[in-house]
């Protein structure tokens, strides 16, 4: 049954409104649907919503990530808009300038206003 279902990531948000102006106005996330329990926005046809919970910013891994087609375009255009990305120096996962190169892949990782860690990525060719 799930197979026919979307599936939707569910961000918490210690602060709603400072969370919701983050992915309005910082990421360009045009707002879809708000209610009091939670704010919903749209990206590349993905649906997603932020909800109010005190836990928020505590997970240790991606929470959600984005795939695009130019890493470095995209970098540049966050960090123009304010975004600080993470450098990573762990077994598996070492960032240069943010970046991190994998065999298939190339990542690098944010974090939204409420501590939660967001990523964006690139596959590589061939």
Excluded at 81 to 98: A, I
Excluded at 113 to 118: A, P, W
Aim: glycine residues 10%.
């Amino acid at each position: 049954m799930l197979t026919d279902a979307p599936v939707r990531a569910a961000i918490p948000a210690s602060d709603i409104e400072r969370a919701k102006a983050f992915y309005r106005d910082t990421l360009g996330l045009a707002v879809t649907r708000e209610t009091p329990d939670a704010v919903e926005f749209v990206s590349g046809g993905t649906q997603f919503f932020i909800y109010p919970t005190a836990n928020a910013g505590q997970a240790p891994h991606t929470l959600a990530a984005w795939s695009v087609a130019d890493l470095d375009a995209e970098m540049a255009d966050l960090r123009g808009r304010g975004v600080t990305f993470e450098e990573y120096d762990l077994p598996g996962l070492k960032t240069t300038n943010g970046v991190a190169e994998f065999g298939a892949m190339r990542g690098a990782w944010f974090k939204d206003s409420e501590g939660n860690i967001l990523g964006v990525t690139q596959s590589r060719e061939g």
